[in-house]
């Protein structure tokens, strides 16, 4: 099995790339809190700059780099590099003549190459500071262009550089921290020791576009427009003039705009299932089948399952892994029967081509998420087939994977979507997991249940995208929990159901916070589910954030 979609042309063979390497990517955190990520934000901000931008290890060799950057980013790291076992760059990368910026661990990784002078400071520096940008004949070195004045930056480092690394000189400085910034005297090296990508360095983006743009001189063409022409060449060149590919869809933002691309690229050769596994949310699948086929001319099969899951999923009660295993295993079997007859049914046509590949959404995050550096002593994950398909399907029949939005953020994949005239409310969809509403239903799920609470959920959606707040949030939805409780409807005494509604918001979906309605909006929710929903006497809002709480109730 090829384990990637690996087309012709890459990216950053198209495009100038800055190459950023992973020291654990952690901006803000410590290594006590590990969860709290910051793995993507020096290669997305670059690509807000409309620079290429790839993230890998640290440890990437560069004698393995089939490719060669316009620049390197070492990132920021949780360890100290005077540590044992502390990570370290390829020092051939040194060597590869292309301009390199160390940030904060990054700065210290530089420091120790040239020198090893690098020691734990006596306090930590945590949090905001004002930065100087020295001037030299009147003029701040060129990564501080147009930065002259008021630079607040970010800081979070322990340890600090003991004294200026031979050849270098000094760029900036803040208070505390005499080596903000560095540069090398002859070669195009830099060190800075606060954090350009967060926000909580205003300008922070001046600073890389002045090392992508200025220092390195790589072109500001990563637009989508360009990417789109060349991805779907790219599909076209490595499916071939017969080839066919096969695809799941779920409505959601990744499926639809990978179909759509496929679409665009080869046709009715894709492909498209979507499988009703009973779960799904008020009237979503026929909506999802009206957009796919009439609006955006997918060539779609809808397969209805849903009795399957529903007798399947009757008597698990009090086992939320159970329910998902249950639901993703029977997914596949019903994926891979309805694979076979389209298989037959394109065998048997005219244009006849087997179908050899498989489709899947996988995104960027996901792709940086399995090599990125776990530490010292974890070894790195060869990238995992995220929601795919069994070996014996892969392997079996021989079908090989295209993953046409690997290299994209969200935020990249919603923009293609507009660009292949997704519309507006589709593009901007909150996630929606694949077990839907089971693992919105506590305990039990029976058809019962689901009904209610798709309408509970009908009514919270319907409420929130009529006050206007849909884009603010991340995600919603409303949870039956398994109790009951005591109410009084009619003048009468009710022992019915209780609704539980979650709404976050969240960048990256590693953490949340709730989202702040006003009570006026609450009750109304409240007020409707509890009059129009048959069986429900009460309505709670969940104000559990991520961590410790899950998105998800199961
Ligand atoms: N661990 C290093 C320090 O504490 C680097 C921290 C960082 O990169 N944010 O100084």
């Given at each position: 099995m090829t384990t990637n979609g690996v087309l012709p042309d890459e990216?950053?063979?198209?495009?100038?790339?800055?190459?950023?390497?992973?020291?654990?990517?952690?901006?803000l955190c410590t290594r006590k809190m590990p969860q709290k990520r910051y793995t993507h934000l020096i290669t997305r901000r670059l690509r807000e700059l409309n620079v290429y931008s790839e993230m890998?290890?640290?440890?990437?060799?560069?004698?393995?780099?089939?490719?060669?950057?316009?620049?390197?980013?070492?990132?920021?790291?949780?360890?100290?590099?005077?540590?044992?076992g502390a990570p370290h760059v390829d020092p051939a990368m040194f060597e590869l003549g292309v301009p390199i910026l160390g940030i904060c661990y990054g700065l210290q990784e530089i420091a120790w190459h040239h020198g090893k002078n690098v020691v734990a400071g006596t306090e930590r520096e945590y949090g905001h500071a004002d930065l100087q940008a020295k001037r030299f004949n009147g003029h701040v070195d060129k990564l501080f262009h147009g930065l002259e004045d008021d630079l607040k930056v970010w800081m979070s480092h322990g340890d600090?550089?003991?004294?200026?690394?031979?050849?270098f000189h000094i760029?900036?400085?803040?208070?505390?921290?005499p080596f903000a910034g560095i540069a090398h005297e002859t070669k195009p090296l830099y060190g800075i020791q606060f954090h350009p990508e967060v926000t909580h360095t205003p300008r922070g983006i001046k600073l890389l576009e002045n090392f992508a743009v200025g220092i390195c001189q790589a072109k500001q063409d990563w637009t989508m427009d360009k990417f789109l022409d060349k991805e779907v060449a790219r599909i076209r060149a490595l499916v071939g003039e017969k080839g066919q590919v096969l695809g799941a869809v779920s409505g959601g933002v990744d499926s639809t705009v990978a179909a759509k691309l496929m679409h665009e690229a080869i046709g009715d050769r894709f492909h498209a299932v979507l499988v009703d596994n009973g779960c799904m949310r008020l009237n979503e699948c026929e909506q999802v089948k009206k957009t796919l086929t009439e609006h955006l001319g997918i060539n779609l099969t809808v397969v209805d399952a849903s009795d399957l899951f529903l007798d399947g999923l009757k008597g698990i009660t009090d086992?939320?892994?159970?329910?998902?295993?249950?639901?993703?295993?029977?997914?596949i079997?019903?994926?891979e029967a309805e694979a076979l007859k389209i298989e037959k049914a394109a065998a048997n046509s005219p244009k006849a081509g087997k179908i050899e590949w498989f489709l899947q959404g996988t995104l960027y995050p996901d792709v940086i998420e399995s090599i990125s550096f776990k530490g010292p002593s974890a070894t790195i994950k060869t990238h995992h087939n995220v929601g795919g398909l069994p070996e014996r399907m892969m392997n079996g029949q021989g079908l090989k994977l295209i993953e046409p939005l690997r290299e994209l953020f969200k935020d990249e994949v919603r923009e293609m979507g507009r660009k292949l005239g997704i519309p507006h409310e589709l593009v901007m969809r909150h996630p929606f997991p694949g077990p839907g509403i089971a693992i919105r239903v506590l305990g039990e799920v029976t058809r019962e249940q689901v009904a209610i609470a798709r309408k509970a959920d009908y009514i919270f959606i319907e409420e929130i995208k009529a006050a206007g707040l849909y884009d603010q949030i991340s995600q919603a939805f409303a949870a039956l929990l398994p109790v009951r409780a005591v109410g009084v409807m009619g003048d009468k005494r009710v022992h019915q159901q209780v609704i539980s509604l979650r709404a976050v918001c969240t960048t990256d979906f590693m953490t949340a916070n709730i989202f702040r309605f006003d009570w006026d909006f609450l009750e109304r929710v409240s007020t409707r589910i509890v009059n129009e929903v048959d069986g429900v006497c009460r309505v709670e809002y969940d104000l559990t954030s991520k961590p410790p709480g899950t998105i998800e109730m199961e």
């Open positions: 990216p950053h063979k198209t495009f100038d790339t800055i190459l950023t390497l992973d020291f654990g990517s952690v901006a890998l290890p640290c440890t990437q060799k560069l004698a393995d780099l089939s490719w060669k950057p316009k620049g390197i980013i070492l990132s920021g790291g949780p360890y100290s590099v005077y540590e044992e600090k550089l003991g004294a200026l690394p031979p050849s760029i900036a400085t803040t208070k505390n921290a086992n939320p892994e159970a329910k998902r295993k249950f639901i993703g295993s029977t997914f079997d019903v994926f």
